[in-house]
């Protein structure tokens, strides 16, 4: 059973920065993209920052030149680095994997439980 567990979330004021961590635990044989999201109360979750086996990423607007993507394939881990954060940052920010568990399986999605971020003065 893949689990994914999310960290570095927490308060700080407007123009400050976080650093997100999401490890996955249980045998994987390949992660495929990785991803994270993010729900604000009220709103539907939304696609923050992904990125492909290859590097590639993709970003929301809303967060395009302060938040940057990355990961570590060995450790089978994603990052987000969170700058300039903003008040309409704040949102439990979820971290995703497509990945196959097993040669022959397909691919599935995986979620963490979510961390809390919230940006205020």
């Known amino acids: 059973q893949v689990q994914l567990v999310e960290s570095g979330g927490g308060l700080v004021q407007p123009g400050g920065s976080l650093r997100l961590s999401c490890a996955a635990s249980g045998s994987i044989f390949r992660v495929n993209g990785m991803g994270w999201y993010r729900q604000a109360p009220g709103k539907q979750r939304e696609l923050v920052a992904g990125i492909s086996s290859y590097g590639d990423t993709i970003y929301a607007d809303s967060v395009k030149g302060r938040f940057t993507i990355s990961r570590d394939n060995a450790k089978n881990a994603v990052y987000l680095q969170m700058n300039s954060l903003k008040p309409e940052d704040t949102a439990v920010y979820y971290c995703?994997?497509?990945?196959?568990?097993?040669?022959?399986?397909?691919?599935?999605?995986?979620w963490g439980q979510g961390t809390q971020v919230t940006v205020s003065s």
């Open positions: 995703n994997y497509k990945a196959r568990v097993t040669v022959e399986s397909i691919v599935g999605d995986y």
